[in-house]
């Protein structure tokens, strides 16, 4: 399937096909927020308005990057999220880039929301549903980052078939800058797993789907069927 990667701020137009890609670690932390029972993400697009839409609605919870702040239940860290309990909550995430490049590219007809514990499930769904060119939006670093790039590049080989080795992707984000940023302390809302939290491939066996919901963009997991040897 044809495909290309580009940067948050090189969009235009709506694409047909949109996966955003976040290792670290937005849609790391949506996929392990699913796995502690979260039904639904609603993406907001500042901390006042995940706030707002948390204080609307009777048991909503946010959850924002950085350090922890009042008025929010959770931070952007696997680490920390992989302990609670959310079953059947909704939860109302804002961070610097991954929800960033969601809501950029809200309006196109599919968006996937993706890193590298939901690749293998990602390239499944692409490959059985999917049509048309296939746009990566490479939300770090301005399209840079390279823990971005390494999944979106996986994710587009496995998608065209074939037996794609994850250890050369992975490992390119172990080495990635942003790694070294969360293994170094310089990021806040952190815990000493996140790294290798973020790099575990197909921990999960869903997608992740953005839909237009009443006017919020929301994040929900979709099945797959199960994934071929060839490409995990
Ligand atoms: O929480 C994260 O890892 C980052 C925040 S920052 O870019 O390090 O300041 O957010 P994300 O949107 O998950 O990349
Ligand atoms: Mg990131």
Redesign the pocket.
């Known amino acids: 399937m044809d495909h290309h990667f580009v940067g948050i701020p090189e969009l235009t137009g709506v694409p047909r096909v949109a996966v955003v890609i976040?290792v670290?670690?937005?849609f790391t932390v949506a996929a392990w927020a699913f796995s502690r029972g979260v039904e639904r993400i609603v993406l907001a697009s500042t901390e006042s308005e995940a706030l707002a839409l948390k204080e609307s609605r009777s048991g909503w919870l946010a959850l924002k990057?950085?350090a922890p702040a009042a008025g929010f239940d959770a931070v952007?860290s696997p680490g920390l999220l992989r302990s609670c309990d959310f079953a059947g909550r909704t939860l109302v995430q804002k961070?610097?880039?991954?929800?960033v490049g969601a809501l950029a590219v809200a309006n196109a007809p599919l968006v996937l929301c993706a890193s590298f514990v939901v690749a293998g499930p990602t390239a499944l769904f692409l490959q059985t549903k999917a049509s048309g060119p296939v746009t990566f939006v490479v939300?770090?670093e301005g399209g840079q980052a390279d823990e971005d790039l390494a999944c979106a590049e996986y994710i587009g080989q496995s998608m065209a078939g074939g037996d794609v080795e994850a250890a050369p992707y992975i490992h390119r984000a172990r080495t990635s800058r942003a790694a070294a940023d969360l293994a170094g302390g310089l990021?806040s809302?952190y815990h000493p797993d996140d790294v290798d939290l973020c790099l575990e491939i197909d921990r999960f066996s869903f997608a992740m789907m953005a839909r237009q919901e009443e006017s919020l963009t929301v994040l929900r997991p979709v099945a797959v069927p199960d994934i071929p040897s060839s490409i995990r």
């Open positions: 976040d670290m670690r937005a990057d950085g952007n961070t610097t880039a991954g929800t939300t770090g990021r809302g």
